[in-house]
């Protein structure tokens, strides 16, 4: 092998494994943006039903 030919595989090899790392990243992220976007538009539901219920008691209290 002359040196040429293992460096530029090496370099293959790497560019390679670092647009997958990179593809990896990028769908990690993605997935922790929807998720905490599910998790936000979760909480605000129930925070407006929760405003909801407490509403309807106060008036059905006074």
Known sequence: ???YQIFSAVLTGFVFLNSRWRDFLELRS???QSFRC???AEFA???AAHF???TCLDSAVS
Do not use: I
Request: no cysteine.
């Open 52 to 54: 909801v219920k407490r």
């Open 45 to 47: 539901s129930s925070e």
């Open 1 to 3: 092998f002359p040196a």
């Open 38 to 40: 599910a998790q936000s």
């Open 30 to 32: 993605e997935a922790y």
